[in-house]
Every structure is written in C-alpha cells, then in structure tokens.
C-alpha cells in the first residue's frame, strides 16, 4: 500500500507455508484478509515469496496469465520479491540450509533470474522492483584454506553475471530492476563493511553504472541491531559508498538484559530455542565488545559468566510489542530507523517480515491475518507520529 506519495509498505508472504506455485496462490487469500484491514479501498502490495519450485511454475503463460487476473481482480500488485530461500521454509528443519544452494552454484544464478523474469511482468508501470537474496553464503561453510579465494571469485562472478542480466532487462523492457542483498549474523556478508567491501569490489571499471544501480541492499533492522550496529551509523556508510537500498526490511530481535535475574531470563528465552530456524545470538561484555554464536542454544549455555550485560538474538518476534515478560525487543531501533526515514526516505520499498509465528511460544501466538494488519497498523503509526 502507498504511504507518502511515492513509497509503499507490505509485508513478506514467506510468513505463509506454500513451496508449490499452487500453494502458494492458495495462500494469497491472507493477503486479501490482510488488505482487508489496512487498505480496503486502495491497491494493495505484494512482497511476494517464491521458492525454485515454484518460481519455475509460476514462470508458464498459463499461471502468469492467472495470477495477473488475480492481481487485477483483487486491486494489488507485486513490487517486491523474497529470494532468499531457495527450498523450503515452514514444517522442516531449516538453519543453515536457508544458505543453499548459495552464490557458488548455478542453481543460485538461475533461480535469481526466473524471479526477475517473473517480477519485470507483473511490476507496475513507473515502479521499480527488488529480488531480496542471501548474503553470498554461510560464513561457517567457508573454511581457512587456498581455495577460499577462488571460491569467492566464482560468487563475484556470478553476482555480476545476474547484474550484466538486470542492465539487459532494462535495455529490453525498461524496468528498473535491483538485486537486494540481505546482510545477516553469520552470513559471508553480515555487516555494513562487509557489504560496502563487497560492493566496491563489483563497482569497478565499465560495469561500476550498472552495479550501483542493480545491486543494491536489503536493510534488515533485526539483523543489524543483532550486530550491534547503529542505524544512523550503517545507513550513513552506505549512503557515502554510494549503495542504493533497495529496500527496508522491517523486523525486531529478540533481547534480554542480563543486568537481573539471570535464571529467570534463562527461563523464558528457552522456549525460543526451537530446530527450525538458526537464531544467530550475540552477547555484550562489560567493556563494549560482542561475542557471537551460532544458534540461541550455545549463548544460553553461556550465560554463567558475569561480565555479559546483554543478550539479543536473530529471532524475529512481533513488532508492536515492546516486551515479552523479563524479555524485550529491538523494535526501538526500529522506531529511530524510521524517524530516519521520515527524515529522508531513502527507499520507496517498506516490507515486514516476521516469518516466526508458528514457532513463537504459546502466549505469543494470535491470529495471523490479525497480527500481520496489527504489524503494518503499528508502523503507520510510528510514521504518522
């Protein structure tokens, strides 16, 4: 839906089981609940999630045609586009997996591709439109070693192969395409240097005006605050490096203050410590440094040590509530990411994305098309305010 007059907000369908095009149309009807609530009587749009499977069956005539009529029919359109999980991503295990195949392989170029295929049919005239995708790879998977360099050449070169492909569309079609590369805890890239460095290693020579108008970023605000790294900060490195965000992912981390009874907060983060989704956890020492651990699990084993003042993990709970018991939320990071934006919207693309309900705890869990409108009604208002 518009906000301002340029700039839209929606939230990511990949809140919604469905790895089958046939699924997932089924599960638009969320989305018309949805509009229902918060923009019954203006278009409504579209963060839209497609697995490889069903990216390669929505790509037919025959399903585009339908969804297109869909779209027609129910006053929505599609503008931004979730690739970040190539495979599936509800009932199974997940983790690291969300990772692969990653930028190494050729499944990752082609699957990238269908999607901007697929988007540059269905976005409106005069918008641009985003593919969000992972952060290279999985920094665990990248072991010391000679073949390190080689392998990361070979991303590089298949990062700039899908941009060549965006500068082609765009020739053919006119469509303003961007790659939004996603930074997250223990991603190869999961800070604003890491991106910036990355960045400017593609920006080079005749290819730099087609990089730094199709690859751009997708600001994660849960990812960063797990990082530790300031909004004003990060957003003021990419804006002198010259990164265009493509888009700005809302979201907020889990957070504990360890200042108190630590049994107690213990206690209560256990029942986020769930075998579906990695929950990437860092811990803030005494004297301002932040170690880092791979899933939710080592970090409460480490909570022992006296000298750990706070806890926040890569678990995205729901955005409107400040507090959860002993526990809190990052969403005041979200709230000064915003105040930014107000100030000087730095991307038209505002997307939700809390992915996590059927794994919150029991107490948490409200009815879904209610506490998505819930989500976007509390983002309006912190805009509005």
């Known amino acids: 839906m518009k906000i301002r007059s340029a ?78 999980p190539y495979g ?24 990238t591709k269908q999607l901007f295929d697929i988007l540059a049919q269905l976005l409106p005239e005069g918008l641009d439109g985003g593919v969000s995708t992972s952060p290279l790879s999985y920094k665990p998977w990248l072991t010391a070693g000679p073949q390190v360099q080689g392998e990361i050449v070979q991303m590089q070169r ?30 190869l890239l999961e800070s604003s240097a890491e991106f910036i460095a990355f960045f400017r290693s593609l920006a080079r020579g005749e290819r730099e005006a087609d ?31 010259g990164v265009r965000i493509g888009r700005l992912q809302i979201s907020a981390a889990l957070r504990a203050d360890l200042t108190g009874d630590r049994q107690r907060v213990r206690d209560s983060l256990r029942p986020y410590d769930e075998p579906v989704y990695l929950h990437q956890a860092a811990l803030l020492r005494a004297d301002g440094t932040v170690d880092r651990f791979p899933d939710l699990a080592p970090a409460l084993a480490m909570l ?8 926040r993990t890569h678990f995205h709970v729901p955005i409107y509530a400040d507090r ?5 939320s990052t969403n005041d990071t979200i709230r000064e990411t ?48």
């Open 158 to 187: 298949n990062v700039a192969e899908v941009i060549d492909y965006l500068a082609e569309l765009r020739r053919r079609t006119g469509k303003d395409l961007h790659l939004d590369m996603e930074p997250e805890p223990d991603g």
């Open 211 to 241: 990089v730094r108008r199709h690859l751009a970023i997708c600001y994660d605000v849960c990812h960063f605050a797990v990082g530790y790294e300031a909004p004003a900060d990060a957003l003021s490195a990419l804006e002198e490096a």
């Open 7 to 84: 700039s839209h907000l929606t939230y990511c369908t990949n809140i919604h089981p469905g790895e089958s095009w046939p699924a997932v149309f089924d599960s638009l009807h969320h989305v018309l609940a949805v509009k229902q609530r918060v923009s019954p009587d203006a278009p409504f749009g579209i963060g839209l999630r497609l697995s490889a499977r069903a990216a390669e069956q929505l790509g037919t005539p025959v399903a585009m045609r339908e969804l297109r009529r869909w779209l027609h029919d129910h006053d929505c359109y599609v503008f931004t586009v979730n690739g970040f």
């Open 338 to 385: 915003l105040a930014l934006w107000k100030a000087r919207p730095f991307t038209p693309h505002l997307e939700v994305e809390t992915y996590t309900w059927d794994v919150l705890p029991d107490h948490q869990r409200l009815g879904l098309d209610d506490s998505i409108a819930r989500e976007l009604q509390w983002i309006r208002r912190q805009l509005n305010d």
């Open 88 to 111: 599936g991503f509800h009932a199974t295990r997940v983790k690291d997996q969300v990772y692969a195949p990653d930028w190494r392989t050729r499944e990752r170029v082609t699957y």
């Open 304 to 311: 022992g040590d006296p000298d750990y003042r706070e806890l």
């Open 324 to 328: 959860y018991g002993v526990l809190t």
